[in-house]
């Protein structure tokens, strides 16, 4: 069959065309609008563009060079935000991955019924698949909440309920985290291959036994890859929480830029940069360790 016969029997899918037809002229509309025609880049942005490119040159003339302006911006207290930052993002995905361990066991269908993994057992009484039900109905729920809500708002809240400090940052992270580790983990559970945990149940395994020794030992290198694709996004959202007043790299940036030192915040943001591609890159060497162990 030639190429040109395969174009032609190719299925025709009117919704699809249709959809991206209709998604064009939202796009071309919405550039339409006065508020992005008339008060945009074109009247006032160029200038600014330029200034901003101007101010964001390094001042050294007053610290005798770029060597030495470096070597002022580079103190205790940088030092001590990039190890607040890294320590924060591994922090809350050690908790968020204990959070996710546990929501997803409850919100897996598979584990929280009242006969999990128990072929022919005899039909449990009403209570009792009540209780299962909202068990599972309220921590799928509250996996949702919790990666709905994104980790800037999350800390937002918290930090009007606990003031700033390390706090609010490392349970804001971890929660949002915990909630996709546990939709991520109750997926793996639902679908792993269910032999093991069979038989286990057959022996009068509980659900706590079946879940460390059948599903754990045979989940555990997926889930660790996800706990550091999560980890990678940690480092990049605990610099951006630190905007809200929370020390971290962030704070040096809000700093930075409250006393209009633009040269110093785009030093910090090219860290902050630097940060997450080192994070990233040791991510990739133990995922592909993983992968082969």
Known sequence: MTAEQLRRSRPRRPFVAVSAMAFAALVLGSWAAPELRDGGFGTSGGANLGRFLQEIRPHTSAAGGLGPWLADLFDAT???AVADTVALAITS????????????????????????????????SWPQRAALTTLRTASRALL??????????????????????????????????????GRLWAELVEDVEPAAARTLRAL????????LSALWPTLRGRYALYVLTRW???????????????????????????RTHYDEMMVYVVLGALLVIVGDALSAVLRARLRTS
């Open 93 to 124: 995905i050690a908790l968020a991955s204990a959070l996710g361990f546990v929501g997803g066991l409850l919100a897996a269908r598979t584990l929280t019924t009242p006969q999990p993994y128990l072929q022919g057992a005899r039909a449990p």
């Open 232 to 258: 990678e996004s940690a480092i990049r959202e605990s610099t951006v929480i630190g905007l809200l007043g929370i020390v971290s790299l962030g704070w040096l940036i809000r700093d930075a830029r409250a």
């Open 204 to 211: 009068g395994a509980s659900r706590g036994q079946i879940a």
């Open 144 to 181: 949702v909440i919790t990666r709905a809500l994104p980790e800037y708002l999350w800390a937002f809240l918290l930090v009007l309920l606990l003031g700033l400090g390390p706090w609010p940052a490392l349970i804001a992270l971890a929660l949002h985290n915990a909630g996709i580790l």
């Open 78 to 80: 940088t030092l001590a």
